[in-house]
């Protein structure tokens, strides 16, 4: 079993250009979550994705944006990228059982920076 | 919003030592987790704490959900310097929805040999 993979670990852009980062979920999950984490900081939710729909936004523009596919995979993409979106972008996956809380499993996370 | 405050945010301690880790909110979450991310790798489940006063023990790491479910700390026992990393704490938050975690802002350990 494998568990979440992200890609590329490290990238490197400008202001103003554009970002797609990429999940693999966990093996039989159907749930996948992004969070930023800040240097210093605790992850922040982004969005989550369940059945391919947006199920649920954290406080992010609309600049930020994901899918996710039939094989349950995800890519987070960023517009008009600011300096501020310097960050460890973290996927998590999980199966949506119905409880109140499905344990989320991490992957090694995209560190971001935008010059 | 529900947040959860970490305290300290940094601890520098020698091998051996106990510390504890505070995780407080002004919030009732129905479950609290803690986790340990390592630099370059993405966070590791710990423990999950779900009943109010639940003790849980892993190895020399001792976990407690406060009665009102509102806090837990985590305390470590003889710290060793493999114990060094980010540990965070989070929860989900009260009602339906996306089941988004919400994090503290960590606490930095390191522990010296």
């Known amino acids: 079993e494998t568990g979440v993979t992200q890609s590329p670990t490290h990238l490197i852009k400008t202001r103003g250009q554009q970002v797609t980062l990429r999940c693999s979920s966990q093996?039989?999950?159907?749930?996948v979550s992004w969070y930023q984490q800040a240097l210093g900081q605790g992850p922040q939710f982004i969005f989550q994705y369940y059945r391919e729909e947006e199920n649920g936004r954290g406080n992010f523009p609309p600049r930020f944006s994901g899918l996710q596919f039939p094989n349950y995979s995800s890519e987070l993409n960023v517009n008009a990228l600011e300096l501020d979106d310097s960050a460890l972008y973290l996927c998590?996956?999980?199966?949506?059982?119905?409880?109140?809380?499905?344990?989320?499993?991490f992957g090694p996370g995209t560190r971001l920076t935008v010059l | 919003t529900q947040l959860l405050e970490q305290s300290p945010q940094f601890l520098s301690i020698q091998e051996g030592e106990n510390l504890t880790v505070y995780c407080n909110s002004s919030?009732?979450?129905?479950?609290l987790q803690w986790y340990r991310q390592e630099p370059g790798e993405g966070p590791v489940l710990l423990v999950t704490v779900v009943t109010g006063g639940e003790v849980k023990k892993l190895k020399r790491l001792t976990f407690q959900f406060g009665d009102a479910r509102k806090d837990s700390s985590l305390h470590i026992t003889a710290a060793q310097p493999g114990d060094t990393g980010l540990y965070l704490c989070?929860?989900?938050?009260?009602?339906?929805?996306?089941?988004?975690?919400?994090f503290g802002q960590g606490t930095r350990l390191t522990i010296n040999p």
């Open positions: 919030s009732v979450f129905s479950s």
């Open positions: 989070a929860g989900p938050p009260a009602g339906r929805g996306a089941q988004k975690l919400v």
């Open positions: 998590a996956s999980s199966v949506m059982s119905g409880r109140t809380w499905d344990e989320q499993f």
């Open positions: 093996s039989g999950h159907n749930t």
